[in-house]
């Protein structure tokens, strides 16, 4: 079962690409699961993150709101962790942005979803006293998915106030009107959906709450367009020429040129794009650190024997050049000889496979040290269990073979 499948639990997810998303808001419900998220998080986790925190601010932590019928006066304000108890003792909601980037249940969670749906995916967590509240009425500019944790937590959602407002469309200054929004209690193991636009507050209820909102940063069309003008643009001088200076009107020739410029923009331009979409995701991702302090004993010890599987989830591009190849992932680029293409292809594949199968005509002992020097990059890593395997093929953008 893949991850969106697991956090929507009854729910099919084509019935819910169908019919919910962004679209319309969804309040999924399992009672014989309301444990389904707790080990995501414990209350000992976030005292962990607390006591961590120095008197340093950071991006961290922030804290915000108030008691039940409270308006915020303020915005959310970064603190560190000694500010942080100090604001919770005195009933304002605490946010730890990035929990994602902090606990490894909810990276691999976060990671996972990236990995099903193709962009970024960020998680914050909401800790919030009793008959308090966070935000005031207000949308987002992305999809959250919200799971209850702990407590419960009183929610209204309303309408849509902007349809698939864009993040340059948050305007919220007049105070949004959510006097026909539906009500709703989220118990721990609940699931809210609640797209991009659509209004929502909440307020805890007679015992603390806490929850993690999984914030769903998609491309947009918007977004293709503009990577498709920038790849034009690295190819075409044209776009790259300067107005006429002196005016800031913008003439009929102008608009003319410019039109003519944007029929230049060809479908390997969009095509493109969706590699560099790919290419950024991947300069993103951070390689998992479980396990990485055993790692050098651990890559000693392999045989020919020993199972191997492509790291899940990897997004990686390769490039050719005379007799090299460049694997870049995580951040890093690689460099290997030409030699160990097919094995690289092996490996890129996702499926099982052993160190003796490479097709590279290599003594046993390059190949160990080909495949260790791959985990020690976080590309491969060594299977406990065959049986415990499934196929998982790399995401992957392959340029053409430069001299």
Known sequence: MNCLQQILGELPVSEFLHKYYGQRWFHGRIASLQDRFSSLVTMEDLERCLSFGGKERDAFFQSIGGLEGEENAEPPRHCSAEEAVHDWLAGRSLIFNGIDRRLPAIEDLARALERELKCSVWCNLYLTPRRGHAFNTHYDTHDVFVLQII????????????????????????????????????????LLY????????????????????VGIHAKS???????AVAIAADKEPGFRKYLPPGSFRIQDQ????????????????????????CELLASDRRRSLRGVLRLPENVEALSENDYFQVTPGLMCSISRKDDRIQLFAFGRSIDLPASVAEDVEILLRGSPFRLGELR????????????????????????????????????????????
């Open 360 to 403: 590279a005509k290599l003594p046993a002992q390059e190949r160990i040290t080909f495949i260790g020097r791959l985990m020690l990059e976080g590309i491969v890593q060594r299977l406990d269990r065959l049986t415990d395997a499934a196929l998982h093929p790399a995401d992957v953008v392959r340029h053409a073979p430069t001299r």
């Open 254 to 277: 102008d608009i003319a040129k410019a039109t003519r410029l944007l029929s230049l923009i060809s479908s390997d331009d969009f095509r493109a794009a969706g590699d560099a979409f």
């Open 194 to 213: 609640v797209p991009r636009g659509v209004l929502h507050d909440a307020v805890a209820n007679s015992e603390l709450s806490c929850h993690i909102t």
């Open 221 to 227: 069309y918007l977004d293709l367009i503009l990577a």
């Open 151 to 190: 407590g419960s937590k009183a929610w209204r959602v309303g309408g849509s106030a902007i349809e698939s407002p864009l993040p340059f469309q948050d305007r919220q200054d007049g105070g949004p009107d959510i006097s026909k929004a539906t009500a709703l209690v989220l118990q721990p193991g609940d």
